[in-house]
């Protein structure tokens, strides 16, 4: 690990932070305070839309609706994409002439892109039509992301909330979130990045022709397009199977910082989206320095795990001089890879520019840890906030005490319902995770889609049941996924992982809507500060590191000793 | 009824030496009646461990009876230690109850075998039916005479009689209860000692404020409170999250052991003692006897809270109303000053001043007779002696005195001498009037004396602070609590004591409406206000407050309205209260993290013993050195047991609590018990695995 290695890195996460404070002042605004950019332009066109869909922007929601309302909408979608998917061989923007995709692959598939996880178990260039990549997927990866800030924008007005019921109307949030966040944000990448050489065409395939004279099919496609809202949604589903270490996905060091920076963006923003709607920065940012503390020395393990130098038992094989190489992009080096593999695994990204299959242990490890935290280290767009103030419940519910109230969270008491849903937030993933991988290691059919033995054969099955239950979707390479058993186990765990902190963390705004703030004083546990960062970060880290020592210590862990 | 002294010392015995051999005992054979599966299935964290115990046991009796393969001594060792685990965690239980048992115990002595007379119509001439006491029924009148225990709860309807409430209070001297006013209100269970009173029964049979507080003494009746409750769901999730990692561990370890063809499974001894390690059994096995704690210490104050809901409020109350009188001050005003007029020596108006006060037996006319004692030495003379007649304080002359030989001496307010004085054609002196305000701007209260000639001066009347109240205010205000005087003064009299007593607010001129007035204003501000009361004018303010202690001596209304009673009825002890809610807080948060920070240190004993045999590379997380597996497994099984008893003591005892701000305190307590808790069983484990490797 150098020391430009280090700053590189730094300096990069400090761009991302002063770029997501003016934006979360932005979100704020325009799900908070309601307020719309260039309201000549856009507000006729938002009416315009309500009308048309039979919304009343009015209307305001209780937890129950909202919750409702998103239901819908995610059934709907997972319906019109699996429909897409299953008939794609018979609709236009073919020009492949993909075959339909199969039953339990489409299912796959359609979860994963609703709820944000965008866990890929087909090679996009070689299965899906151009019309199941951009009306399909791109739809899904603008409103998965769109549906996360929602849930978060209902949560920050239900902790707000003085004695109300509602949380605001969820079409409202889905619509503005969209066409006030989303598309511009995308839009702008998008430009940037096919200013790269990221390709953006309709048209097909490239035929050409080699040095060695032979014949070479070159895939193409709305490359850019996808790629800037698959980095800004968190999403992580890339138009190719290599994802952001193909070529024409991330060509240069620029669209790879570039990509880098927007995967962390908008979770960062939201930490500042939510402190001004509560109308207490501090909240925010402490929320924010929790996430921050957890990530950079993880971050600084990965680089220098990456860059080597090897460790002495395998140096003869993998020391290159410049870190381990395997696995990944010339153009990009270990460290970018390493960077970006903690980014993407701790926001609930899931896309990659090397393969984390051919990691070092440790920096697998770290992959994997982040995500098996539950992604709540930036995390999803607003997904990875609102699973971050499930844990700053339990964490001022466990410690509070300790100051001699009864614990209380921005001034709403901490009570049974609470504690019970944040328990559902926190079990279900855990759960999901833990069950999946003892189903697998116990099927023979399943154990069949291993790559690998030992050890390492354990990571594979760990990395994939922790990136679905906790709607990641990066993959560790290794494991054939795409087997009906598989394509619906982890489906499942997605479904779970998505809508079984969602649903929860929505009837936890309810019930704290309901409650009345108590006056804060010097007799109050302060959720601000150092203190309660330090807390944070710790009951994250040491809840993760419970629930999975056993798992890591039997797969990353056993790795590492054995080639250290 | 012989029972009177021991019955009121009982509460206090309890104070003074923790536990006898008897209370250990009856623990014991307690905690050995709670291994019932029904009683275990009320604490899910325990109840974990109850089943493993049984499991481990089974693989135990199996191993002996060569029924399966595997089992042996760790299968044994485990099991036993698990159910003193189990024991443990009973034994903090029943050891909280017995304190409470002991004064249970004595309660109910006074409830036996009492008759009770009854009379038909409420009528003192009429003829008394003989029935037991607990036929009485609510609404029916009842006689008790000197002598007699009263059979119930009531109000005395007639009569006056000196009654013996040491049964509950603990204070041998009588009190006087009355018909009318705050004073009439009686308990079942205390004795008249002399004359009479007819009793109307409001307390419905078996729901006496005895029977009451006996239940809640013994921890019978104890229904969980709100944030029990929600603490129980949380340890029962992480218990499930344990459950589904040692549970899926078996598979895990399959794996492990059939790719990498080395070693051996995991075994279900080793896979139940990771899980009763790491389901949070300290914090479970202690959190009812915390709780039972927390009453335990409310009732030694002499406190009886109705519930524990309104221990648990008193922690969390951040504004406290305090009565002046009584709370503040002490009870009475005192003369501190003599402010003689121009033409008049202070000791010339000492003298008139004592004179005035001889016969007035009130605290502030006795204080002006130790003044003039104080001050020129002047001795006490009798009235008759001096052919002197004293004139009573009267409503309608407002003033009191003496009429002399040589002439009247009055005293009383400003304006009521102004009246008298020009009555006789005499002026009241500019200088005097200013030196009144001037009284009157400090907080005090000036009495003017004049005799038949002129004003001779003014005695400055002053409240006196309690001692320490002023530091105890300052503390609270640390600890974030607004301290309000409530008082029926004037503003400018309430503003200078308060600003004398260092409170953050006061109302003047109280009024019951205007108390109820503020505190809803503070609540609707998001304050959780405490208040005491006794009369019956303080019911509402009482019902509406957050926690709200009634005196005992207090009307019968106001001690239905509020949540606690002070048998000792000192308004004070609100502030010991409020301390003593929070310190139960602390005491479950701090045992809550020490507990679950333990988990860290029994991972590195038990994963390493658990699959070195597969994967020797995993030796490297034996930090603590403990060597051979097997004993590696149980030195962190009997650690997790041993600290059970370790903090019993603490949770009944309480943490120790400081008037700091909530910052300082969670950064001491976090050092302690979350830093502490961390550490401990690293030490404590491998002192148990050196210990193990001598013996076994």
Redesign the interface.
Known sequence: MTTFDVLRMLLQFALVLALAAPLGGYLARVLGEGRTPFPGVFAPFERALYRACGIDPKRNMDWRSYALAFLALQLVGFLCLYALLRWQGSLPFNPREFADVPAPLAFNTAVSFVTNTNWQAYGGEATLSYASQTVGLTLQNFVSAACGLSVLAALARGLAARGAEQLGNFWVDVTRSTLYVLLPLALLLALALASQGVVQTFGPYVEAQTLEGGQQLIAVGPVASQVAIKQLGTNGGGFFNVNSAHPLENPTPLSNALQLGALLLLPAACCFMFGRMLGDARQGRSLLAAMALLLVPLNLLAISAERGPAPARIAAVADTGVGFMEGKEVRHGPAESATWATWTTAASNGSVNSMHDSASPLGGGVALLLMLLGEVVFGGVGSGLYGMVVFGL?TV???????????EYL?KK???F???MA?IA??AP??TA??G??VA??TPSIRASLQD???H??SEFLYAFASAANNNGSAFAGLSADTPLLNFALGLSMLIGRYLVAVPVLAIAGSMARK????A??????TH?A?FVI?LASSVL?VG???????L??GP??EH??VR | METTAIRGSAPRAARSHGYDVRTLRTAVVAALRKLNPRSQLRNPVMFVVWVGAVLTSGVALAGALNLIPEGGWLDLWVALWLWFTVLFANFAEALAESRGRAQAESLRAARQDTIAKVLPHGERSEHVNLIPAHHVIRGQFVLVEAGDSIPCDGEVVEGIASVDESAITGESAPVIRESGGDRSSVTGGTRVLSDWIVVRATGAVGDSFLERMIALVEGAKRSKTPNEIALEILLAGLSLVFLLVTATLLPFSLFAVSENGAGAPVSITTLVALLVCLIPTTIGGLLSAIGIAGMDRMIRQNVVATSGRAVEAAGDVDVLLLDKTGTITLGNRQAVEFHPAPDVSERELANAAQLSSLADETPEGRSIVVLAKARFGLRERQVQELGATFVPFSAQTRMSGVDLPSGPVRKGAADAITKWLASRGRPFPKSVDDVVKSIARQGGTPLVVADSERALGVIHLKDVLKGGIKERFAQLRRMGIRTVMITGDNPLTAAAIAAEAGVDDYLAEATPERKLELIREFQSRGHLVAMAGDGANDAPALAQADVAVAMNSGAQAAKEAGNMVDLDSNPTKLIEIVETGKQMLMTRGAVTTFSISNDLAKYFAIIPAAFVSTYPELSALDVMGLGESANAVLAAVIFNALVIVALIPLALRGVTYRALPAAEILRRNLLLYGLGGLLTPFVGIKLIDMLLDLFL
């Open positions: 339990l519910f466990l410690a509070g005490l300790m100051v001699g109230r009864t614990p001034g901490v009570q049974a609470e504690i019970q328990s926190i079990l855990t759960a833990l069950i991988i003892a290691v116990l033995r030992g050890a054969g354990f009345s703030p108590v006056a004083s010097v007799g109050t546990f302060p500060g203190l807390l040491l590191a419970l629930s999975f020592a056993p798992a210590a039997l862990l056993v000793l054995r």
